[in-house]
């Protein structure tokens, strides 16, 4: 019998390895089953942060080295979570380690500034054409401040927002990140819809909602709120629904319509900023914003982000209209790491090394889906990277919502237990290559997919 994509048939096959794949790595975990157990007493739920616990269970790591990490059962997997793509310069590189263990013996930390502030943003300014830069140290407190700096600037109280966009957990963005479809409402002007009952009305309120890559819908928006929006936030390509790329033209067409009405736009470059592309998606779809977030890979590893803006919205941090504030900003150990990182590791050489082995990733990818009939496709851009398992390109979140998850979620357990670790979620994150990946990298991932694909179609 041939089995179609999506049907029923399909489905319940899928099912079955699910079954067969969740006992597998439970199996194999033992150690893992054992310190949850053990953690469960202490840390709510057993781990740091919910995401940590994805199903079937958590695993627990013990060491990362190179393109590496190693669980506490002893078994070493290809990494490409890669922290939730914070570690474009791999485990342990050698220049991080260096940068680290020589600041770990000065003094870690003093809330007053160091010198490698300056090298640091002055680079980010290089990289991402936004001449002023203050650092936090989370993209939550990235966005954080681009929210309220926009609000500052313009003072008005109101922000658009993409649906389905994650944009971190401060409460002005905690609105409509994966909203359940009845709570949707209409696909041109979705409803605001707060993510937890602890968001107050008058907050999902003041964030308008709108779909991805529609800017007539941030138009209405606008006409419908004269005076009153100070800014919009986008994750230039969304990167929380797989990798999701803009329609042609849109974020230069965006950007001209939110001028014409005198409202900021800010990219929140915490997934794409240097991954994507040495400048981020900025650097790689050409159309600079008033205010770029960064976060994740530019701290090799440590806690870090970092907000740029025209020398127009930083005059307003200047004159303490908006203070930039945090104890940790700017630490001295992150930003040793942050220089190591930016000036001596993400080197042009080390950039052309990542997107040689993205084309191998999709090259690799696009011939097991084509010869295995997988109704899916291949979206990658610099160290970022997603097979979608949908028979249509996924456009925007209500795109999303329409597919079936338990795709991703079998791929990302026979990957596991293939021994690549992917991020957890399957149906919603991309991997993430570093510059210590090599070609024997790619191909256990390859094999792995091949693995499924014989799995599912036989
Ligand atoms: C696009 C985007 N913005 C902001 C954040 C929040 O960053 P953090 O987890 O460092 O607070 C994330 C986290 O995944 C993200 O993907």
Known sequence: MTITAGTEA?????????????????????????????????????????????????????????SKITDVDGTTYVDLHNGFGAMLVGHAHPAVVKAVQERVALGTHFAQPVPDLIPVAEELARRFDQPKWRY????????????????????????????????????????????????CGPVESPHSVPVHRGISPEVAANTLVVPYGDVAAVRRALEANPGQVAGMIIEPMMMNIGVVTPPPNYLA???????????????????????????????LLG??????????????????????????????????????????????LTMAAAKATLLEVLTPEAHAHVEALRDRMVAGAEDVLGRYGIEGYVSAYGAKGAVTFS??????????????GRYGHVH??????GGVFLPPWGKVEQWTLSVQHTNDDVDVFLMNLETFAKALKG
Not at 34 to 41: K, L, Y
Not at 50 to 66: E, F, L, M, N, Y
Not at 159 to 164: F, N, Q, R, S, T
């Open 10 to 66: 399909e489905l319940a096959v899928i099912d079955g390895l699910i079954a067969e794949q969740e006992a597998a790595l439970l199996e194999r975990t033992p150690a893992s089953a054992r310190i949850m157990e053990e953690a469960r007493g202490s840390l709510a739920g057993g781990v740091a942060s919910s995401w940590q616990d994805a199903p079937p269970r958590a695993i627990w790591i013990d060491h990362g080295k190179g």
């Open 136 to 183: 936090t140290n989370s993209g939550t407190e990235s966005t954080l401040a681009a929210v309220n700096l926009m609000r500052v600037v313009k003072n008005r109280p109101k922000l658009i927002k993409v649906e389905g966009t994650y944009h971190g957990h401060h409460d002005a963005v905690q609105v409509s990140v994966y909203p359940d479809l009845e709570d």
């Open 253 to 283: 067409d965006l950007k001209e319509e939110l001028q014409r009405h005198d409202v900021l736009l800010t990219f929140d470059e915490v997934k794409t900023g240097l991954t994507v592309h040495p400048g981020g998606a900025t650097g």
């Open 287 to 332: 159309v600079t914003p008033d205010i770029v977030c960064l976060a994740k890979s530019m701290g090799g590893g440590l806690p870090c982000g970092a907000v740029g803006a025209s020398a127009e919205v930083m005059a307003l941090v200047e004159d303490d209209s908006y203070e930039v504030v945090g104890t940790f900003n700017g630490n001295p």
């Open 391 to 404: 028979a249509t390109r996924i456009n925007n979140f209500r795109d999303f919502l329409a597919y079936d």
């Open 412 to 417: 990302w357990l026979f990957q596991h237990n």
